[in-house]
């Protein structure tokens, strides 16, 4: 990978952009393509490689945030254009989707996120991300059967996932499975456990998911901070814990309500962590993500050349 002397060079911040996405570092490709698209004026090509990346990355909203860039200074420019009407078509399918889950209609969201696998049949996390949800409304919608199925087909891409672990042991309780539910219910604690030890995950923190709007983000937040209030413990240990529990959800908000701050936490970065501000090692903590793509190149060939594999 090529350094430089000139940060302000926006050809030779590119050109290690290039280098980091077929070296499969998509983190340090964003924060070089982002560095570009300030330094050139009018750069388009800046802005469609970042909704690009995100895109393949699973990440819909900072996706389309990114290609809406891009038409700010070209409205007609047709590689934008183009992807843009796909990322907004998912992106409108997801909030839908998200909304039916929090009017409990299950079924509908179900349906919803099948639709979503329709429309990007070709990107790994979409499809991940969206049957990690079909999981979850099976599991509420009180189907064991089908939740089992489609939770085990997700946990076999990411057996950690504890989100996933505990709906595929809601859904063994309720087919009456408990040795099964209780395995999964102790290894969802370990991994949470783990994760803990490792960052925080503010998105787990508030209980809410990757995509989530910012009201969900603000709702979530009102009623965990009402609940873990100190005032409401007495006893000196628990209300010690309290504590705790009352500033991660505080640090979690701020970070998620916070578009920088949840971009950087996107990328793999603790905005709240001195540490990882000075160039500590950077770590992803979500299902898919980063990790996934780091040792290959999801691009092909060619710089947008997709192709993907998906088992």
Request: charged share 30%; with cysteine; proline share 4%.
């Amino acid at each position: 990978v090529p350094y430089f002397t000139c940060v302000w060079d926006a050809d030779s911040r590119e050109m290690r952009a290039e280098c980091f996405i077929q070296l499969g570092e998509m983190g340090k490709a964003i924060s070089d393509l982002k560095a570009a698209s300030k330094l050139k004026s009018d750069n388009t090509q800046a802005f469609y490689k970042l909704s690009t990346i995100y895109y393949n990355l699973g990440d819909h909203e900072m996706s389309l945030n990114e290609v809406r860039e891009c038409l700010k200074l070209d409205p007609d420019n047709k590689q934008c254009f183009s992807h843009y009407k796909q990322v907004k078509k998912l992106n409108k399918q997801i909030q839908a989707a998200e909304e039916l889950i929090q009017q409990e209609k299950y079924s509908d969201a179900v349906s919803k996120y099948e639709s979503v696998i329709k429309t990007e049949p070709n990107v790994p996390q979409f499809i991940l991300n969206a049957k990690e949800r079909i999981c979850h409304c099976l599991s509420k919608d009180q189907q064991p059967a089908k939740a089992v199925s489609v939770c085990s087909e997700v946990l076999k891409a990411d057996p950690q996932n504890v989100n996933i672990l505990k709906d595929r042991a809601e859904a063994y309780l309720q087919d009456d499975q408990y040795k099964e539910a209780i395995k999964d219910f102790e290894s969802a604690k370990e991994h949470s456990e783990n994760d803990r030890q490792i960052k925080e995950d503010y998105y787990k923190i508030l209980g809410v998911t990757r995509t989530a709007q910012k009201k969900e983000i603000l709702k979530a937040y009102r009623k965990l901070a009402q609940q873990w209030h100190p005032d409401n413990f007495q006893d000196a240990e628990v209300k010690k814990k309290a504590e705790k529990k009352f500033i991660d959800i505080a640090q979690a908000k701020e970070v998620l309500t916070n578009p920088e701050m949840r971009s950087k936490f996107d990328q793999g970065e603790d905005p709240m962590d001195p540490e990882s501000q000075q160039g500590g090692g950077h770590h992803h903590h979500f299902h898919g993500g980063w990790d996934n793509f780091q040792g290959f190149n999801p691009f092909g060939s060619g710089p947008f050349n997709f192709k993907f594999s998906f088992n």
